[in-house]
């Protein structure tokens, strides 16, 4: 969902759980929805995603389960209550987060490609400079500098 919140000190989450029906592309958000402003809200409805009280999660599985729905669930991640109230209707999908995070668009992958050569061309001038250096009997260098080198050739790019 690309949220953040402070639920917990020092982390950029907050307490929630999330059921997405991937036919139709929608889910639903139990959580606290005063972490999130009108701004937020509205992107959420944009995007398909419906906010409902974080206590109110056991109660939409159960209406689910008596509706003889099925469930892909992470059982890695899924805590005892969860499962409990999903009884035998749901189907083992573990990874399913780390999955759809790894699925990139074309956009994504030419930035990364592009973030690639630009790294690749800095790290290629460090290599000529270091060639250079390393024939100076004087030259001074060890590890810290020669990073501190590859960082300064980095910034000059994008």
Known sequence: MNLRGNDIHCNPVFFSYLVWNPKDYTSVLFC??????AEVLEYLELIGCSVKPYDAVIGYIQDLVKQKKKFGCDMQK????LRRHLKD????????????KACKTAIEVQGMQDANTRDCAAIMRYFAFLEEELKKPDHGLDEFKGAEKVLAYRKEND
């Open 32 to 37: 606290d929805e005063r972490h999130f402003d």
């Open 78 to 81: 899924c805590n005892s209550e």
């Open 89 to 100: 209707q749901y189907v083992e999908k573990n990874g399913v987060v780390e999955t759809l």
